[in-house]
Structures are given as structure tokens and as C-alpha cells.
């Protein structure tokens, strides 16, 4: 095999067996529970080519890829912030607030609100680069506490002090005025296609995402920050004898991340429910970290894992509606993806190692003997 | 003074502590408007002991796995997974078997966590993070297909099941004795109305009366701990995977194993923990009802210094405010909590102006004002502060104390035979 052909086949490896064994294992587990596995995978690939389930799972996939996108970030310098979720709520709720109460033309409208929400995110996690450079405390522990510090604590409180009106079964901050609602995307894809029906809307919030990931690859690849930041990550005494300054690097990674995670929330605030309710989708922040170790911390590869996981959660509904199987399978096959993958992945990276050492040794041993 | 306390056998510290709390627990109790009782009453107690259970027993967890060296933050997902199988055991075979199938659900997810992160090379935080995300997954799955073959079951809920049962020691609380009636000391002096004397003998008492077995059996893994991983052989080899891998395999210790050791207990304690929730504090199990303790645990085990009595005083502190929010209708025994906290800052305040640490004076002196005007301009507690106190604590610990903690050397570094 040739170069480049093997590196492709390597690259591939880990994510394929992953998959493979992942498949594998639900199988198994849809057995043993008395389904057909293969009629589970069939009813799901089907309903996952009609045109609402693609904008349903669109929808799902942005929030997703941002979310991954902000994990990533610092999981590209070694750096673990897992207070994605409690950034992306924190951050969605001051924006859902601040939203409700102005009034702007349209485009600042809503650039205020994405706005808020990105410095929310960027404080609460600069937070936790602050308290790691000045105060020597693991970004791992500080940023698990300060999720639940936002969610249990500030979110619990100011929830209901914001409340709009009384108490309702769904009591939710004030609504985003007309201005401040960023309009859907329907009327591009049904230039192409047929009329989405079911009044599903494509929120606009994709281009952001798309925008987003082009920015972060950018950043990392064509700016010398952005290599600055990739040097600490690969050797960070050899980023740090070349002349970059670790403690900077580790609160911007953490600001740039906690503003990335400020845009998780903007689909449910700007496109879907226009305020900060009981209906605003948790748990984005720890599926990111998902989607982002899926990807391998990767603009492209995250995108694919966030579509790869939107994928299954939209289509899983369908297996209730058929009666393949039970839902809840497509939870445990994403854990086992998960797991299976990153296993993979740390397998073919030694595996690769080793086979570079010995082609090394190789390389010298028949580089003596000709001299 | 504070050296001489320090020089104090450890179980005369602990006294000295616990006396320190209790009196400071009637000092502000007695502050609040109208005066209140119930922050020293042995209900306090009882209930502080009870939802402190979870988080030592996942504290007391982390401890086996980070004295390995590895960092576990799967225990909350562990602990998901002891809460659907300590209520299935007890479905199927009654408590004890709920007990056991708890802990063999917790050590199947440590296994799971071990085999990544010791046979893989997996990083440990990565690791945690999917066996957070696939335990609720599971035990959902679980549930459809099991629960909801029970009348009263569903998807999110078992119908209620027994928990161990409890006894009330005689003498001390007044409990029978071979069917012989005892008289209750720590009732009588209760009784007498003595300031401080009856409040510590009324907060004791609830660690006696009416004690279920469970934590009578958590209570004990604090004793064996130290004895297991201090002083044998078995705790030599697991501290040094944690301590030193390499100088440990050069000795022929065999460090993976150790490792598998370490994750496999601490996926079991974690998993009697998530029993101990379904099975003694609520009798049933519910979906998403460790509300996170698993990762209080993880703070335990910070606050205490990565020991087994430093893990029993962080379980007593962080769950003492959700066994007092329980009898807490009116949030006026919270709302005195608070100035708990303004008085543990300001003495860390004083004591960082007599080292000279400006930064830390600074900091506890402006974090402290700020409690300080929160409970003087207002009267009761929000509902929502037990749940995060144990969080902003933990937080608050470290600010001013992480140069005094000291992890296990290897604690989270990824160990591979033949690598250094």
C-alpha cells in the first residue's frame, strides 16, 4: 500500500470499526429484547431520507455541531472544559432576558442577542481559565461545579424572577418581539424541493453554525494564535520554550470556547421557542463533547458526528411509531458509539506510532550498513 | 492554638471539629429572628446522616480509583446505574439483594470505565464523560424493557420497594435490647434545655435513633478504608499505581491490575450509593434521581483531601443542607446557613491577613460581604441554595486551599506498560 492510501485507511479505521461494533453490539442487545434488529436499522434509514425528518434533523445537528465545536476548542489544547452545558444555558437565558426587553431594527435585534450570548458563555467560562491560571485549580473540576452553579443555581433563581406573568404549567421569560426572531429558512430549500409540511422550519441558525465552522477551522490552521494554541496542545513545554505564553493561551481557549457554547442556545431562542422556557432542550453541552471526540476535534469531523447523532435521535421516534423496537436503544447505541470510537481511535494512533518507530528503525539501521 | 489542635490525635480533631460545627450551628440559630431549634434538632442530624450516605459512599468511590491514579468522573453515571439495579434487586430478591445487585450494577460500570482508560489508553475524563452520557441511556432501556412489566412501573419509575430497615441503639436513644426497654440518655439530657449540652446531645442523638442499617454499613467503609488502603499490603499496591506506576512495576506490582482493582470498587461503592438513594431515600427508583450526586461525591472527595475521614466531614457539610431543606417550609434555616459561610470566610479572611496573603484576603474579604449582605438584607433562603451550596463550596475550598490538597502524584496520566 501506498502512502497516502494507507493514511486514508488509517483515518477511516477507527471511526468504521467503531460503527461495525457498535452495530454489532445493539444488534445483540435488540436480540436478546426480543426485536429484529435489521427491520429497527431499515425503519430508521428509511424515514431518515423524507424531507421533514432531514430538516428535523438539521434542527438537531446545529445546536450539536456548535456545541462540539466549543468542546473542541479547548480539547485541541488538552484543555477539558466540560461546562459547555452550563455556559450554553447560562448564556441562552441572559440572551432570551436581554432579547425580550429591547426594541431594535431587525438585524441588531438579533446581532445583540447572539451577542449576549456569546460574552455570557465567554465569561462563565473565562471564569474557569481564570481560576486554572491564577489559582491552580483543574479547568475539569472548576467548570463541572460551575455548570451546576448556573443550572441549580443562577438559572433556578432567575428563571423564576423573570418570569413573565403567572405562574403557568410552562412559565418561560418574556417573548423575543418580531424584531428579535430570525426568520426560517423553508422558502431557500423549497425552491429545490417539494413544501415541508408539518410546520417544521429551518432555522437559520444553520448558517451560523456553517459560518462558524469555517471560522474555527480557519483560526486554527491560518492564524498564528490559532497555532499557538495547537503547539500547547501537541507539547506545551515545547510551545512554552518557543515563546508562547501558556497562562494566555489558556483563558483565550476557554473564552473562545464559552463563546462558541453561547450560540448553542440560539436556535431554541432565535428560531424555535423566542424565549427561555420549561421546552429549552438541555443536555446539548454534554452530547457536544460527544459529537466534538466523534470528530476528533475537527471542523468537518465534528459536523459529521453532529449529523451522525441527530441522525438517531430524530429517526428514533420512528421505531416506537412501527414497533421494531424500543426507542431508547438509539441512547445506548450513541454511548457504545461513543466509547467504541475513542477506543479505536487511541488504538490506531499507537498502532500508527509504532509502525512510525519502526520504520525509523528501519530507516537507520539500513543507513548504517550502507555507510 | 491552631497548632495544638493540629498535634491532637486524629479522632480528638474530629471531636474538636464537630464541636466547633455544632456550636456554631446554635449560635446562628439562635441569631435568627424568632430564634430557631431545628438546625441542632436530631431530625437535623438524621436527615444530614441520611443524605449524606450517597456522597460518601461516591466519594469514598473516587477515592479507590484516584489512589489508583485513575480520575473518575463516571461515578455520577455509575451511580445511575447502582439506583436501577438496587431497585430491580429489590424486586426481585428483596433489600439485601437490592444491595447486592446495586453494587454489582456500580462495578459494571467501573469495569466498563477500567477497561478504556487502563487496557486502552483511553484519557480518564473522556472515559467519564461516556459512561455519564450511557448510563441514563441504559437504565432507560432497562426500563422499558423491564419496569413497565410491573404494576405501578414505567419507563421512568419502579413501583416503591423496602429499604434495609433501621434500629435505634439502646441506652444512648432509649432502643430495646433483647426485647428489654433502655433509657434514652441523649433524650433526657436533650430534655434539659441546657444551652449548647442539649444541643449537641439532641444532634447526636439522631445518629443513633432510628439509624438504617445501609448507612450503619456506609458509616463503616470510612474505618475499613483507612485500614485497607493505609495499612496493607492490598492498599501498598493500589497507592502506588496512583503514587508512581513505573517504581511499582519495577517492584513487580502488576499496575493494570491495580488499576482494574481500584475502578472495579469504586464503580461497586458508587453503585451502593445509587442503591442507597433508591432504596432508603425515596423507595423507589425514579429516573434522574441522583440529582448529580455522583459529581458531589467527586467534590467530597476534593474537599477531603483524597481521605477517608476528610470524605466523611465533606459528605456531613455538603449534606447537611438538604437534610435541613427538607424540614425547611419557610427557608428561615437556610437563610441561616448563610452566615455559616460568612463566618468559614471571614475566618479564612483573618488568617490570610496574618500570612500576608493579599490575594486570598482580598477575595475572602469580598466574597464574604457579599454572604454577609445577602443574609442581612434578607429574611429566608431561596429553595434552590441546598442544592448548590455543596457546588460553590467546593469551589470556594479550592480557591483558598488548593495548595494545601494534595492528589495522588499519577492521578488522571494515562499509564502504559513500557512507556514513560
Known amino acids: ?371 | 492554638m491552631l497548632q495544638r489542635i493540629g498535634a491532637l490525635p486524629g479522632w480528638a480533631r474530629y471531636s474538636v471539629a464537630a464541636a466547633i460545627g455544632v456550636l456554631v450551628l446554635t449560635f446562628v440559630q439562635a441569631l435568627e429572628p424568632g430564634g430557631l431549634e431545628r438546625l441542632t434538632s436530631e431530625n437535623a442530624s438524621g436527615a444530614m446522616l441520611r443524605w449524606s450516605v450517597p456522597i460518601l459512599l461516591a466519594g469514598i468511590g473516587g477515592l479507590y480509583s484516584e489512589r489508583a491514579g485513575v480520575v473518575n468522573i463516571g461515578l455520577e453515571g455509575m451511580m445511575v446505574l447502582g439506583t436501577w439495579f438496587g431497585a430491580y434487586g429489590v424486586l426481585v430478591g428483596g433489600p439485601w439483594l437490592g444491595l447486592l445487585y446495586g453494587l454489582v450494577g456500580g462495578a459494571l460500570g467501573g469495569l466498563l470505565h477500567a477497561i478504556a482508560t487502563v487496557s486502552f489508553g483511553v484519557d480518564h475524563i473522556v472515559s467519564g464523560v461516556a459512561i455519564n452520557l450511557l448510563a441514563p441511556g441504559m437504565v432507560r432501556f432497562l426500563s422499558s424493557e423491564v419496569l413497565t412489566g410491573y404494576s405501578g412501573g414505567s419507563i421512568t419509575q419502579s413501583p416503591s420497594i423496602e429499604g434495609l430497615g433501621s434500629l435505634t441503639v439502646p441506652v444512648l436513644a432509649g432502643g430495646t435490647f433483647f426485647g428489654a426497654e433502655t433509657p434514652d440518655v441523649l433524650g433526657a439530657i436533650d430534655r434539659w434545655e441546657l444551652f449548647f449540652v442539649s444541643d449537641v446531645a439532641s444532634f447526636l442523638r439522631g445518629f443513633v435513633a432510628d439509624v438504617s442499617i445501609f448507612t450503619l454499613l456506609a458509616l463503616a467503609a470510612v474505618p475499613a478504608t483507612a485500614w485497607l488502603v493505609w495499612k496493607t499490603r492490598f492498599g501498598l499496591r493500589l497507592r502506588i499505581a496512583g503514587e508512581h506506576p513505573t517504581a511499582g512495576e519495577s517492584l513487580g506490582v502488576n499496575i493494570y491490575y491495580q488499576k482494574y482493582k481500584g475502578v472495579i470498587i469504586s464503580g461497586a461503592l458508587s453503585g451502593l450509593g445509587g442503591a442507597f438513594i433508591a432504596m432508603e431515600l425515596t423507595g423507589f427508583y425514579r429516573e434522574a434521581q441522583t440529582q448529580g450526586r455522583g459529581f458531589i461525591g467527586l467534590a467530597a472527595l476534593i474537599f477531603g483531601n483524597w481521605r477517608p475521614g476528610g470524605i466523611l466531614v465533606a459528605a456531613f457539610v455538603f449534606g447537611y443542607p438538604f437534610g435541613t431543606a427538607l424540614r425547611d417550609l419557610d427557608g428561615r434555616s437556610t437563610h441561616a446557613l448563610l452566615l455559616v459561610v460568612v463566618i468559614a470566610l471571614a475566618a479564612i479572611f483573618v488568617l490570610s491577613l496574618r500570612r500576608q496573603k493579599v490575594l486570598d484576603a482580598i477575595l475572602s474579604g469580598v466574597i464574604a460581604s457579599g454572604f454577609f449582605i445577602w443574609y442581612a438584607f434578607t429574611d429566608t433562603a431561596p429553595d434552590w441554595l441546598p442544592n448548590t451550596l455543596p457546588f460553590a463550596t467546593v469551589l470556594l475550598v479550592l480557591l483558598f486551599a488548593v495548595q494545601r490538597l494534595r492528589v495522588p502524584a499519577a492521578d488522571g496520566m494515562v499509564y502504559i506498560k513500557g512507556e514513560t
Open chain 1, 1 to 371: 500500500m501506498n502512502g497516502v492510501g494507507r493514511k486514508i485507511v488509517l483515518a477511516l479505521a477507527a471511526p468504521v470499526i467503531a460503527v461495525v461494533f457498535s452495530l454489532a453490539l445493539s444488534s445483540i442487545v435488540l436480540l436478546i429484547s426480543g426485536s429484529d434488529p435489521l427491520a429497527a436499522y431499515w425503519d430508521m434509514i428509511a424515514n431518515g431520507g423524507r424531507l421533514e425528518t432531514i430538516v428535523d434533523m438539521l434542527n438537531r445537528a446545529t445546536p450539536l455541531y456548535l456545541s462540539g465545536l466549543a468542546a473542541a476548542i479547548g480539547f485541541r489544547m488538552n484543555l477539558f472544559n466540560i461546562g459547555v452545558e452550563g455556559q450554553y444555558i447560562l448564556a441562552a437565558f441572559a440572551a432570551a432576558v436581554v432579547g425580550a426587553n429591547v426594541i431594535l431594527p431587525g438585524v441588531f435585534h438579533v446581532a445583540l442577542i447572539i451577542i449576549v450570548a456569546m460574552l455570557v458563555g465567554a465569561i462563565w467560562s473565562g471564569l474557569a481559565g481564570w481560576l486554572k491560571v491564577a489559582r491552580g485549580i483543574n479547568e475539569v473540576i472548576s467548570t463541572i461545579m460551575l455548570n451546576f452553579i448556573a443550572i441549580t443555581g443562577i438559572i433556578a433563581w432567575l428563571a423564576v424572577e423573570m418570569r413573565d406573568g403567572p405562574l403557568t404549567p410552562n412559565s418561560g421569560t418574556k417573548f423575543i418581539p418580531e424584531s428579535g426572531q430570525l426568520p426560517d429558512l423553508n422558502g431557500w430549500v423549497e425552491v429545490f424541493t417539494r413544501e415541508i409540511s408539518g410546520g417544521r422550519k429551518l432555522s437559520a441558525v444553520l448558517l451560523l453554525a456553517i459560518a462558524a465552522g469555517i471560522l474555527f477551522h480557519l483560526f486554527l490552521n491560518r492564524t498564528r494564535l490559532g497555532f499557538d494554541l495547537r503547539a500547547s496542545g501537541y507539547n506545551p513545554f515545547a510551545a512554552r520554550a518557543g515563546g508562547v505564553p501558556a497562562d494566555r493561551m489558556v483563558v483565550l481557549a476557554m473564552v473562545y470556547g464559552g463563546a462558541m457554547a453561547g450560540l448553542v442556545g440560539m436556535v431554541d431562542i432565535l428560531s424555535r421557542h423566542h424565549r427561555y422556557d420549561a421546552d429549552f432542550t438541555p443536555g446539548l453541552g454534554f452530547a457536544g463533547i460527544a459529537v466534538a471526540l466523534l470528530g476528533r476535534n475537527h471542523a468537518v469531523g465534528v459536523a459529521v458526528g453532529a449529523m451522525f447523532f441527530a441522525f438517531m435521535d430524530v429517526s428514533s421516534p420512528i421505531l416506537q411509531i412501527t414497533g421494531s423496537a424500543t426507542r431508547e436503544i438509539v441512547t445506548i447505541m450513541q454511548g457504545i458509539i461513543l466509547l467504541s470510537a475513542v477506543v479505536a481511535y487511541e488504538s490506531v494512533s499507537r498502532y500508527r506510532l509504532r509502525e512510525e518507530a519502526r520504520a525509523a528503525a528501519a530507516a537507520l539501521a539500513e543507513d548504517r550498513t550502507v555507510s
